[in-house]
Structures are given as C-alpha cells and as structure tokens.
C-alpha cells in the first residue's frame, strides 16, 4: 500500500510539473526605418536633398511590368517635397522572373 501511495504522488507531481504552458512568442513584423538623403552633380550643378529639410520625404517603389509570363520589376526612390519644385528620383535595380501562375493562365 506504502508503494502504491509513493507511485501515485510521484505520477501527480509528475503531471502536475509537466503541465506548464508553453509561452508562444509571435513572429517579429518587419519593418524598416529609412534614413534618406541625396547628394550630387545634376547638370553641372551640386544638389543635395535630405528627408525632414525642406519639407522632403522619402518615397521607395516598386514598378511591375508582366507580358508573357515574365515580369518586370524596377525598384526606385524618390525626394520630393511639398513646397520645393525639385526632386528626385533614382532607380535602385531591377529584376526579372518568369511568373508560373501567368503561364498557366495563358495556357
């Protein structure tokens, strides 16, 4: 009988223990500050732009072309402000891949 009681405090205590909650941590959001800024010789002349001066900001894009199934993608930054005429805009790279879910849709 001693035993039995042993065996059965031992198996509650183990269960017990062995019960916590695992915490669940969520998965980080991306996310990315950009710092931007601009200089350079535009037509013989030094320019220089930066965000938060002037009223610029920053503005990343990506323009997307798909014919035939392969697409097109030039990324490209711009400074612009909303009280200055000039900006600018410079395109940072491009890449091209064939899309598979167009090349079933024109099959």
Partial sequence: MYKKGI???GIISLILT???KHEIIPAPTPSVELKCSFQG????AFVEYTENVDNYSCFP????QTLNGVTDAQYLFSLQSTS???????ALG?????DPQELKRQH
């Avoid at 894009?61 to 997307?64: D, F, G, Y």
């Fill in 7 to 9: 065996l059965t405090l």
């Fill in 18 to 20: 062995s019960c916590n």
């Fill in 41 to 44: 010789t535009v037509g013989g």
């Fill in 61 to 64: 894009s990506i323009a997307k």
């Fill in 84 to 90: 200055q005429l000039p900006k600018v805009q410079i």
């Fill in 94 to 98: 491009s890449l091209t891949w064939s």
